[in-house]
């Protein structure tokens, strides 16, 4: 099942184009998200749409959970040493935008962190580590999009405040059920900017994978439905490039998750 939102409504995507979800579904789609699976084997009547035109299919989360270097090559080229316990930050979720929008940059230096999104779609607190992938009913794509000098201005930085821009956190197309995901731990992550491929790895290759993310989140917050875990970039992020590279107007931004989906994004100066 590929769930997602076009025109203010809930609608799975499939062979046939969109199909508008039942009504008593809307604004309880993670909450009821195992009676939404069984309506879908059997939902009827797609119509066509661009997929220019979907917006964010999760539009109001009540937490955003982002994890900072959960991969090696990226700790690596950050400069530091591989973190003992996940590193947490939240994004506000004012910053959500769709997969194919334009993003209006900030005074400063933006920067692209290709990311996979896991949702939550069951209430969880203290869960086990083998019991992670209990809570998670879906996959997205996200991008972490960060304006570095606010980031790392301050001591302590401004991690969450960089990151919560307008725009600054695409996700989408839709959200994508682990049954259709069979390789649910080990997804090929590719970001491309104007053609050129500037990030590539395997989802594998986390420091700390989904059910640990999940496991350690618990242990702290209760995770509740419809909240989004940004699990991480991989190496290949502009302000660690020599020399260093950031987005420019009129930049396309491809973020794709192999099973999971592709998102593209273009940028804009505006005056203040």
């Known amino acids: 099942m590929r769930i997602a939102r076009l025109a203010g409504r809930t609608v799975a995507l ?7 979800v039942p009504a008593e579904f809307e ?10 699976l069984d309506w879908s084997q059997n939902a009827t009547g797609g119509r066509p749409y661009a997929e220019s035109d979907l917006e964010p299919p999760v539009p109001a989360p009540r937490q955003i959970f982002a994890v900072a270097l959960n991969y090696r090559p990226h700790t690596v080229e950050a400069g530091y040493g591989e973190p003992e316990a996940p590193l ?4 506000f979720p004012t910053c959500l935008t769709g ?3 334009t993003v209006d940059l900030p005074p400063g230096h933006v920067d692209w962190e290709l990311e996979l999104v896991a ?7 203290n869960v086990p580590v083998e019991k992670g992938w209990e809570p998670v009913v879906a996959l997205t794509v996200g991008q972490d999009l960060s ?3 606010a980031q790392l201005a301050g001591r302590p930085a401004q991690f969450s405040l960089a990151k919560s821009h307008p725009g600054f956190g695409p996700i989408g197309p839709a959200l994508v059920s682990l049954d259709e995901v069979p390789g649910r731990d080990d997804l090929e992550l590719t970001c491309e900017l104007n053609g050129e491929v500037v990030q590539h790895d395997r989802t594998g290759n986390m420091i700390f994978p989904i059910p640990r993310l999940v496991s350690y989140l618990s242990e702290f917050c209760t995770l509740l439905p419809g909240d989004l875990i940004f699990t991480g970039t ?3 992020v502009g302000n660690r490039r020599t020399p260093q590279r950031f987005l420019t107007p009129d930049d ?3 973020s794709r998750i192999g099973g999971v989906g592709e998102m593209r994004h273009r940028f804009r100066r505006t005056t203040p």
Do not use: M, N, Q
């Open 88 to 91: 947490v930050f939240t994004k």
């Open 234 to 236: 991989p190496a290949g």
């Open 147 to 149: 304006e570095r000098i």
């Open 27 to 36: 604004g309880r789609v993670l909450d009821r998200w195992d009676e939404l």
């Open 119 to 125: 949702v939550i779609g069951r209430e969880a607190r």
């Open 252 to 254: 396309e931004l491809v």
């Open 14 to 20: 499939t062979s046939g184009g969109a199909v508008e």
């Open 99 to 101: 997969p194919h929008t």
